[in-house]
């Protein structure tokens, strides 16, 4: 079992930049071992995947939308994963969640992160 935690998220006109961090708890001896990603959902609109991380190297995972504006990094041995967002779009507006998925491919587009674990989510909200 991991429980995550996210934070970090606010209100930033556009151009601007937050920096979201999510704790894991529980499983954390073996979390190195998890596949980590951010995904967002906007009102009315599909979750989507931001960006995720994998265990080895050259496994870093990034939605076209974000590429060159936004970075994944984890510190495994605090048990956090965050996300630097710069250059922040209005269309960037949304819930975000911290998930975590043990094993196997860490692609955004895998349907396993349906039966990962969630955190409960942190709103950033991107004036114009």
């Known amino acids: 079992q991991v429980q995550l935690v996210e934070s970090g998220g606010g209100s930033v006109q556009a151009g601007g930049s937050l920096r979201l961090s999510c704790a894991a708890s529980g499983d954390t001896y073996t979390i190195s071992r998890y596949c980590m990603g951010w995904f967002r959902q906007a009102p009315g609109k599909e979750r989507e995947g931001v960006a995720s991380?994998?265990?080895?190297?050259?496994?870093?995972y990034y939605a076209d939308s974000v590429k060159g504006r936004f970075t994944i990094s984890r510190d495994n041995a605090k048990s956090t994963l965050s996300l630097q967002m710069n250059s922040l779009k209005p269309e960037d507006t949304a819930m975000y969640y911290c998930a975590a998925l043990f094993g196997g491919s860490c692609s955004l587009s895998s349907s396993r992160w349906r039966s990962g674990y969630w955190g409960q989510g942190t709103q950033v909200t991107v004036s114009s």
């Open positions: 991380l994998g265990t080895g190297a050259g496994s870093t």
